[in-house]
C-alpha cells in the first residue's frame, strides 16, 4: 500500500503523515503499474457519502477503485456481477454495494440488483452485491470506478492511497524498494510511505489496543466513583430514616428485612444511572451515525445492566448492612 | 401472660454502668389494663422496651405465653412483635410518605406467610370505628396530631395483638384530645379484651388504669 506522508511507522505518526502529504494521480498509478513484479494496482479515492434510494437513506464508504480491487480483496459478487476495466475506462455509473447497504436502502440483497443509488448529485446504477463478512467497514461500502468519482465527488483527481498487490510474496521487498525509487523522481521520499498489509493491521491493532485501555481505565475509575457516591447517598438516606427503621423494627421487621429493601434502593439507584447511560449512549450512536456506521449491541446493554447492578448491590451492602443492624430502640430514639 | 423473672438492664456509659432496670419481677395477665409510671430517667421506657421485645435483657428471663423469649433470634423475636405486639407511640411514628391506610397496612407488609384475615377490610373497619376512614388517602402531616395517634393504633391493631404497649401516647397532644385517646385505648381493653400497657408519667392518666406500676428513680426497682 502506497500513501501519501511519512506513513505510520515513522515517528511523525499517524496523523502528520497523513496531512502533509502529497496527492497521488492517475500517473503515479501507471508508473507504479510498470514496475516489475506488480500484479495488481488499485488507486484508491475515499469518502464518506449519504446514500439515498427510494427514500431510504444510509451512510456509507464510498470507494473510488478499479477492477484489480475485487481481485486484490478475494471479492466476489454475491448477487448480479462486478464492474470491469471497459467499466472503469468508460466512467461508467455502476456500483458494486456492501450487503448492509443493500439491507438499509432495499431490503434485501437481490432485491439491490438493477436500481439506483443516488449520492452526492449522481446517480449509479447497482449491478453487484458482495457477501456479508462482518467487516462493518467492508459491509457498508459503495464500491465504483475510480474514473467515475472525477467530477463532482473528486474534481482534483487525486487519490488517497494506492494498493498494490504482488505476484509472489518473495517480491515484497524488491517492489517496495523500486516503487520507491520510481516514486522519488516525483516526489521527496518523505512525502509518501509504502506499507505492507500486516504492517498496517498490526498498528491499528496496536491504537486500538492503547484505546481500549484508556477507555476502561477511565471507565472503571468512573465506576468506583459512582459506586462511592451512591454508597455515601444510601448512608444519608439510612441516617436520615433511621426512626423509621425504629419503627419498622418495632412493628415486625427482621434485620433481614430491612437489609434488603435498602439494597433494593441502591439497586434501582444504579439501575436507574445504567439506564440513563444507555440513553446517553444512544443519542452519541445517533450522532455519529451521521458520520460512520455505528450501533449498540445487545451484548453491550446486557453489561451495563449486570455491572450497573453489581455496583448497586455492591456499594449497597455496607450502608443496608448498617440500617439493619442498627440497634431497635437506639433507632426509635434518634431525633 | 408476660412474665418477668429477676430481670435487669444494664447500659454502659463510658466508663460508668447504668442499670436502667435491676432485678424486677412482674407478672402482667392477659386482658390487663395497666400503667407503669415513673419520673423521667426512672428506667420506665427501657422496661417498656423490654416487654416489647425490642431490647434483650442483661440477665434474667422474659416469658410470653409460657415461652421464654430471652433466647430467641431476631427472626422470632420480628415475628412475636408482628403478630401479638403493637406499639403505640409519644411522637406518633408514621411514616410520612405513605398514606394513613399504607400505615395502617404496614406491619401486614412484614409477615411471612398468608393471614387468615382480610387485611385491607381489616384496616377499613378499624380507620371507620376510629372516624378517620375519610382521611384514608391523606399523608400524615395532613391531618391532626389526635387523628394521627387513631392511625398509629389502628396500625398496633391491625394484626390482632395480644398487647397493646403505649409510650407516653398523650405526651404530644393536648388534654381534650389526649383524654380522647386514653378513652379509646380503653375501650379496646373493655370491648376487645387486649392487654393495654401504657408507660406514662401523668398521674391522671395512671389513676384511669386498672393496676399501676412505679418505677422508682435511681433504683431502677419496682
Not at chain 1, 496523523?15 to 507504479?32: P, Q, R
Amino acid at each position: 500500500m502506497v500513501m501519501p506522508g511519512s506513513g505510520f511507522n515513522s515517528s511523525s505518526g499517524f496523523g502528520a503523515g497523513l496531512v502533509g502529504g502529497v496527492e497521488f494521480d492517475e500517473k503515479d498509478a501507471s508508473s507504479v503499474s510498470r514496475v516489475a513484479g506488480v500484479e495488481y494496482t488499485v488507486p484508491l479515492y475515499m469518502s464518506t457519502v449519504k446514500a439515498e434510494a427510494g427514500g431510504n437513506e444510509t451512510t456509507a464508504y464510498l470507494f473510488g477503485v478499479n477492477e484489480d480491487y475485487f481481485n486484490l480483496m478475494n471479492e466476489e459478487a454475491e448477487f448480479g456481477e462486478l464492474f470491469t476495466k471497459s467499466d472503469v475506462s468508460s466512467k461508467a455509473k455502476v456500483a458494486v454495494i456492501g450487503s448492509k447497504v443493500a439491507e438499509e436502502l432495499y431490503g434485501d440483497d437481490e432485491n439491490a440488483i438493477g436500481k439506483t443509488v443516488r449520492f452526492e448529485g449522481m446517480r449509479i446504477k447497482v449491478i453487484g452485491v458482495v457477501a456479508n463478512t462482518g467487516d462493518s467497514q467492508h459491509d457498508t461500502s459503495i464500491v465504483i470506478p475510480y474514473k467515475t468519482t472525477f467530477g463532482s465527488v473528486n474534481p482534483d483527481k487525486t487519490f488517497w492511497a494506492i494498493y498494490v498487490g504482488v505476484s509472489s510474496k518473495e517480491d515484497i521487498e524488491s517492489v517496495k524498494e523500486e516503487i520507491k525509487s520510481v516514486l522519488s523522481k516525483r516526489y521527496s521520499e518523505d512525502d509518501f510511505s509504502i506499507t505492507e498489509q500486516t504492517e498496517i493491521l498490526s498498528m491499528i491493532n496496536q491504537i486500538f489496543d492503547i484505546l481500549n485501555i484508556v477507555l476502561v481505565a477511565i471507565g472503571s475509575i468512573s465506576l468506583v466513583v459512582g459506586g462511592i457516591g451512591i454508597m455515601n447517598i444510601m448512608y444519608a438516606t439510612v441516617t436520615e430514616r433511621t426512626k423509621e427503621i425504629g419503627v419498622m423494627r418495632a412493628i415486625g421487621a427482621t434485620e433481614r428485612d430491612i437489609l434488603l429493601q435498602f439494597l433494593t434502593e441502591s439497586l434501582i439507584l444504579s439501575v436507574f444511572g445504567g439506564l440513563l447511560g444507555l440513553i446517553g449512549a444512544s443519542l452519541t450512536v445517533l450522532v455519529v451515525r451521521i458520520f460512520f456506521p455505528a450501533s449498540i449491541s445487545l451484548f453491550a446493554v446486557i453489561i451495563t445492566f449486570a455491572i450497573s447492578s453489581g455496583i448497586g448491590i455492591f456499594f449497597g451492602v455496607f450502608p443496608a448492612r448498617r440500617a439493619a443492624r442498627l440497634s431497635p430502640i437506639e433507632a426509635i430514639r434518634y431525633e | 401472660m408476660i412474665k418477668l423473672q429477676n430481670v435487669s438492664k444494664i447500659y454502659q456509659l463510658g466508663e460508668d454502668k447504668v442499670e436502667a432496670v435491676n432485678k424486677v419481677s412482674l407478672h402482667i395477665k392477659a386482658g390487663e389494663y395497666c400503667g407503669i409510671l415513673g419520673s423521667s430517667g426512672s428506667g420506665k421506657s427501657t422496661l417498656m422496651y423490654l416487654i416489647g421485645l425490642l431490647d434483650r435483657p442483661s440477665s434474667g428471663k422474659i416469658i410470653i405465653n409460657g415461652d421464654d423469649v430471652s433466647k430467641l433470634s431476631d427472626v422470632e423475636l420480628s415475628k412475636v412483635r408482628n403478630h401479638k405486639i403493637g406499639f403505640v407511640f409519644q411522637s406518633f411514628n408514621l411514616i410520612s410518605r405513605f398514606t394513613v391506610l399504607e400505615n395502617v397496612l404496614m406491619p401486614t407488609k412484614y409477615t411471612k406467610g398468608k393471614l387468615d384475615f382480610d387485611v385491607h377490610k381489616k384496616a377499613e373497619e378499624l380507620l371507620k370505628k376510629f372516624g378517620i376512614y375519610e382521611r384514608r388517602n391523606f399523608f400524615p402531616n395532613k391531618i391532626s396530631g389526635g387523628q394521627q395517634q387513631r392511625v398509629a393504633i389502628a396500625r398496633a391493631l391491625i394484626m390482632n395483638p395480644s398487647v397493646i404497649i403505649a409510650d407516653e401516647p398523650t405526651g404530644n397532644l393536648d388534654t381534650k384530645t389526649g383524654n380522647e385517646i386514653i378513652k379509646l385505648l380503653e375501650s379496646l381493653n373493655k370491648e376487645l379484651g387486649v392487654t393495654v400497657i401504657i408507660v406514662t408519667h401523668e398521674k391522671d392518666i395512671a389513676d384511669r388504669t386498672n393496676r399501676r406500676i412505679y418505677m422508682k428513680l435511681y433504683t431502677g426497682t419496682v
